[in-house]
């Protein structure tokens, strides 16, 4: 069946450290690729999304690429800052599924 | 406002007690979703429906009950609340095309003693 694999967390770094947290897919047909973020005490907020091979998804300062050849949506920032402290999911759907597949989510904490 | 909107945020029940948590929209969107959030599980679906009237099982749907008789609200009913029912859920709505993601509420921590 279709899933998604994370990183596995907790994931702690210094601010203006470089991120990634890997993310690595399985699906049966051709899938739309997500990022969302959870801050504390919140509900999920979409931060990018990608739809066709090799689109590059990109907010906040995050990206992510969509890799077909690697079945990879593993997403980047360059300097994190400790407002970036949240959990990060990784979510595919297929086309024509509604259902939102997700990671397990990895739990990121920025030091300052 | 325009948005997601779950209520309570907060419940404390007691096992056996029929508890219903709800969700309402003001999009229009066509899919709803309910999902609960557990550490160590992730977030598993439990309801979802495609339009009004239109309910389906999830991943967890067993001791929850569903309707949607209006597009825009999505009630969850615990029909007898158990321990293990302790969580957070989370409802959601999405266009009916799948590139589009969900849009989340912000969750009822629901604990039941």
């Known amino acids: 069946g279709d899933s998604v694999t994370q990183m596995e967390g907790p994931v702690t770094l210094s601010e203006e450290a470089f991120l990634t947290i890997n993310c690595t897919y399985t699906a049966t047909g051709y899938p739309s690729l997500f990022w969302y973020v959870q801050y504390p005490g919140e509900g999920l907020q979409l931060l990018l999304k990608a739809t066709k091979a090799d689109d590059k998804g990109s907010n906040k300062g995050f990206e992510a690429t969509y890799r077909k050849e690697t079945t990879s949506f593993h997403l980047e920032k360059g300097s994190v800052q400790v407002s970036d402290s949240a959990v990060y999911f990784c979510?595919?759907?297929?086309?024509?599924?509604?259902?939102?597949?997700f990671g397990q989510g990895t739990r990121l904490t920025i030091n300052p | 406002d325009a948005g997601i909107t779950q209520s309570p945020r907060y419940k404390i029940t007691e096992t056996g007690r029929q508890v219903t948590l709800m969700c309402h929209q003001t999009?229009?969107?066509?899919?709803m979703f309910w999902y609960r959030q557990d550490l160590g599980h992730g977030l598993r679906l439990i309801y979802y429906s495609a339009a009004a009237d239109i309910t389906d099982k999830g991943e967890v749907p067993d001791g929850y009950v569903v309707s949607r008789s209006k597009t825009e609200n999505f009630p969850l009913t615990l029909e007898s609340a158990t321990r293990s029912q302790t969580s957070v859920y989370f409802c959601?709505?999405?266009?009916?095309?799948?590139?589009?993601?969900?849009?989340f509420g912000s969750g009822t921590r629901l604990t039941v003693v």
């Open positions: 999009w229009s969107h066509s899919y």
């Open positions: 959601a709505s999405s266009l009916p095309a799948s590139s589009y993601g969900y849009t």
């Open positions: 979510a595919l759907s297929i086309q024509g599924a509604q259902k939102l597949v």
